[in-house]
């Protein structure tokens, strides 16, 4: 094994959290930085062309093309899980979607940690803080930060009839879902500059670049951490068919993700002792929550045929509307080209029981079977539905000590009789909406699930049969109060036992957030950086 050299800090990931940690931690000119990413550069154009998500999940260039395994709560299949592969992260190849999630999400987070620099009044300046919001300055959002925010550059017809017909089924109506209640239905924000994603590598990481404290390295898949007795010392990692080791003066930060965070630990001997010695990895640090608390959301989709109305299934299908989609782009940087997965978004209750909003809708003028088939040719909108609050629990696990193998990846959706119920009740509000006065004009007819679909039990067997990931894991190295069995992270996402680690990405989270998970992430990152930075400060007087 070859020594790569000694940094201050090693950054593992470089993804939403691991460009925002890059970016703080090298603004300190005494401290060198070094950032290890498994994919490439972020220089592929369907990664700046907003709708180029379609050609970026599933592709080995950006993504890692996980599956689940075989989930009995989705009748037994298997589904793509999407995690970026490519500086930014997720945030190269997401939906753009600007959302913080509720105020009682963060609330609930100070509660369980102990700590109440987690809560929404605290919190809300590390979001204010590196925004740039279209909107202006004010007490909800920020002006000048990195992390642009825009309105969408497209307009449909029909989603804005959908939004009527909510109102008409008693959802008011938002201009802002970020403002720590989201209840409403709007139009979604995204993160998007001048019809052009911004991910955190463009954001964060990139004005970063020249500095000479700071390293980045691509194409490095970690094996393991460095340890000597409960420190940290450094990261084993494998580049151009070689092994190297990067030893770290002060500390290693995991900034992995969901997958990739926990599985590091593991074969790194931090973990369940149990799955450890099942694959003949020592146990150094017997750390039982390594990998549980998995929680994703769920969305589950309803497609309404329509008539006498565009969307993007006829447009797409023809050569002129395909013509017409480019040119506009080209000229103006608008238009379907710019259209991030959801345009309309509404926050509802799926019960008046509910205290603030759980299900989140993702609407599209588009409809098609599953995401890579192509559109439909009939003209149709998509309704997809999350629950926000799942109460089912999954988990995380490697397969092997080899990091070239896909983990084990177990979300166990609709484990639970609560998230089948919400997943019924989510259908039977949109069918709520859909026979309300403002659509009547465009004959909506139920293609998916079928309008013959009405028990529970059938309206849960169609949610096992099309539920698909919003892509939204969290949760699997959770922050907690060192006295719980569970928790991998303090409220310093230091972990617990060990000296010189901390995980800052949203495996953290101990819930999820309700809403979009990638600007939390963000946020995440900022807090970490500012704690991180406190603490070596702290440690000179």
């Known amino acids: 094994m070859k020594n790569y050299g000694t940094f201050d800090y090693i950054v593992v990931g470089g993804g939403t959290a691991g460009c925002v940690l890059a970016n703080r931690l090298s603004q300190d000119a005494e401290v060198s930085v070094l950032l290890l990413e498994a994919g490439g550069k972020d220089d592929w154009i369907w990664f700046h062309i907003p709708m180029g998500y379609l050609y ?3 592709n ?7 599956k689940t395994e075989p989930e009995p709560g989705l009748n037994g299949r298997a589904i793509p899980y999407a995690r970026g592969r490519v500086l930014g992260g997720s945030s190269s190849i997401n939906a753009m979607i600007y959302m913080r999630g509720q105020s009682r999400d963060y609330d609930a987070w100070a509660a369980l940690c102990g700590d109440q620099s987690w809560s929404w009044n605290n919190v809300l300046p590390l979001f204010k803080g590196c925004e740039d919001y279209w909107g202006g300055a004010d007490e909800a959002h920020g002006v000048g930060g990195e992390w642009r925010v825009e309105q969408q550059r497209v307009h449909w017809d029909i989603l804005d009839r959908f939004a009527e017909a909510a109102s008409q089924a008693g959802i008011s109506q938002t201009t802002d879902f970020n403002r720590g209640d989201n209840e409403g239905v709007g139009n979604s924000e995204v993160n998007q500059r001048r019809g052009l994603r911004w991910s955190t590598s463009k954001a964060f990481l990139r004005p970063a670049l020249a500095r000479p404290n700071l390293q980045v390295l691509t194409g490095t898949l970690i094996d393991r951490l460095g340890l000597e007795g409960k420190r940290v010392t450094g990261v084993e990692f494998e580049l151009g068919g070689e092994r190297f080791f990067a030893a770290c003066r002060i500390e290693t930060v995991l900034s992995a993700g969901a997958v990739g965070s926990p599985t590091i630990l593991q074969r790194s001997g931090i973990g369940p002792g149990s799955l450890l010695a099942a694959h003949g990895i020592p146990v150094v640090h017997d750390l039982p929550g390594v990998g549980g608390n998995l929680q994703d959301h769920l969305q589950v989709r309803t497609i309404f045929k329509v008539s006498g109305i565009k969307t993007l299934n006829q447009i797409n299908h023809s050569w002129l509307g395909r013509a017409g989609m480019a040119i506009e782009y080209a000229l103006f940087r608008s238009g379907p080209l710019t259209m991030a997965p959801c345009q309309l978004g509404i926050f509802a209750r799926s019960d008046p029981e509910q205290a603030t909003p759980n299900l989140e809708y993702h609407m599209q003028a588009l409809s098609l079977d599953k995401f890579g088939s192509p559109l439909h040719r009939f003209p149709a909108f998509t309704a997809s539905v999350c629950n926000l609050r799942p109460t089912s629990r999954g988990h995380v696990a490697i397969r092997s000590r080899e990091a070239k193998e896909a983990p084990r ?5 609709l484990s639970t009789d609560a998230d089948r119920k919400v997943a019924a009740q989510a259908f039977r509000l949109t069918r709520h909406i859909a026979s309300m006065p403002a659509l009547a004009p ?14 529970d039990a059938e309206l849960v067997r169609a949610a096992g049969d099309i539920g698909m990931t919003v892509h939204h894991p969290v949760g699997t190295c959770q922050m907690g109060r060192p006295d719980n069995a569970a928790a991998v992270v303090d409220s310093r996402l230091r972990v617990l036992g060990l000296l010189g680690l901390r995980v800052v990405d949203a495996s953290i989270m101990p819930t999820i ?3 979009n998970t990638n600007t939390p992430t963000l946020m995440i990152a900022e807090k970490g950086a500012r704690m991180i930075r406190e603490d070596r400060l702290a440690c000179r007087i």
């Open 56 to 58: 970026s999940i599933g």
């Open 60 to 66: 080995p260039r950006a993504d890692w093309c996980y």
């Open 409 to 413: 990846i177990a979300p166990s959706y």
């Open 442 to 455: 465009y004959h909506p007819e139920e293609y998916l699930p079928g309008e013959k679909i009405q028990s």
């Open 513 to 515: 957030t309700s809403a």
